[in-house]
């Protein structure tokens, strides 16, 4: 553990070079938009003008994409998309542009960064998703046949495939719609097309879900509790509306 004013320091520090350490900010000198220039964001919605895409800074390429299937619209929106990086994101967030800039200027063609899943999954949320145009490119997109588990899959063939998975904390991007619910019957669909890809991920995970409709199991206490808050985020009710 370091201790004491980092500036006065002696010893290792003094040799740091470069403009983040006077400014007391490792990103100070970072240029966002030099940055995100070969970035494009994918946003699959009904809808053109939706809430991500007024909140993109207009100097980034957005795509739209309004196809039957939200899988079919992400894979023509990398398509259609210009940029090496590609960002996916809902339609219902604000978009964390200088968040996005740290990324992609910290991560390599084999990293896949999003948003953590929900207990017990271990994947990544599509609602905000970052990686490399060849990362997509080497697992073939994301299956169009489905609306429900297409993103673990994808996470999961990307690990297969050699990629890191690195999830960031669920609420790092403002979410401004309600979490989808399953029907019962959606959700033994979905879990039953995962055992089917990805048996070995997966049948631990179902049997943690039987587990819990059997009352065996509670999730652990590493979610975000009831009534969480921050600067960004207020519980519905309360403070401005972001």
């Not at 400014?23 to 970072?30: E, G």
């Amino acid at each position: 553990m370091v201790s004491g004013d980092i500036a006065d320091a002696d010893g290792p520090m003094d040799a740091v070079p470069g403009p983040g350490r006077d400014a007391c900010d490792a990103h100070a000198a970072l240029d966002v938009e030099a940055v995100l220039s070969d970035t494009s964001v994918v946003i699959p919605s009904r809808d053109e003008e939706n809430y991500t895409s007024k909140s993109v800074p207009d100097w980034l390429e957005v795509v739209v994409r309004t196809d039957d299937g939200r899988s079919v619209a992400r894979n023509r929106g990398v398509e259609e998309a210009t940029g090496e990086w590609i960002v996916l994101a809902d339609d219902d967030i604000t978009f964390p542009t200088t968040l996005t800039a740290m990324l992609v200027d910290s991560m390599h063609t084999c990293h896949l960064v999003g948003l953590e899943d929900f207990w017990p999954m271990d994947t990544l949320l599509t609602r905000y998703m970052v990686f490399h145009r060849s990362l997509w490119d080497a697992v073939g997109g994301f299956d169009e046949s489905r609306e429900h588990g297409e993103d673990s899959d994808f996470v999961y063939r990307c690990a297969d495939a050699g990629a890191k998975i690195r999830p960031l904390p669920r609420n790092i991007v403002p979410h401004h719609d309600a979490d989808t619910e399953f029907s019962a019957l959606e959700h033994v669909e979905w879990l039953w097309y995962l055992l089917r890809r990805h048996p070995v991920r997966m049948a631990p995970k179902a049997a943690l879900l039987g587990f819990q409709k059997l009352g065996l199991v509670e999730p652990p206490v590493t979610d975000y509790p009831d009534g969480w808050s921050s600067q960004l985020i207020q519980p519905s009710g309360e403070g401005d509306e972001r």
